[in-house]
């Protein structure tokens, strides 16, 4: 039995942020274990909104999109240390109804065997930029 910890490096937490920015679900969920976990920002418990498992994990990703058709997360910066990591960015994105929001946020990851098994994402809460169109 081997005592070897498959380690991910910055340049993972990277690639994972580009492939957010492509919005390419296919790329972000090769990152991801099989039993990933997803903790959004925002819900109504104490975690957010929990995803478990990949179709669910994946269904929240790609919602991120749909609500937020230009998301975008720049100025990311990254550790990593043993089985955990977490990823700094600048979200900006605007709502169908025309609101912008631009705020700091970070993802703190678990890891397991080289991929991500949970995404815990924090932003902070700000209102959105501009009015809504009428």
């Keep these: 039995m081997s005592n070897v910890i498959a380690e991910v490096a910055t340049e993972v937490l990277q690639a994972f942020a580009d492939a957010w920015n492509r919005h390419d679900v296919d ?32 269904a929240a990703f790609a919602e991120v999109w749909t609500t937020f058709p230009d998301a975008h997360w720049g100025s990311a910066r990254h550790f ?25 946020g970070c993802d703190l990851f678990t890891f397991r065997d080289g991929k991500i098994a949970l995404k815990n994402s924090y932003r902070k809460n700000r209102p959105p930029l501009g009015s809504p169109k009428r």
């Design 80 to 104: 990593v240390h043993g089985d955990r990591g977490v990823s700094e960015w600048i979200f900006t994105g605007t709502r169908a109804d025309g609101t912008r929001v631009e705020v700091h």
């Design 27 to 58: 790329a972000l969920m090769s990152f991801m274990s099989d039993d990933c976990v997803f903790e959004a920002s925002a819900g109504p418990d104490v975690c957010g909104t929990r995803y478990a498992g990949r179709e669910a994990v994946r």
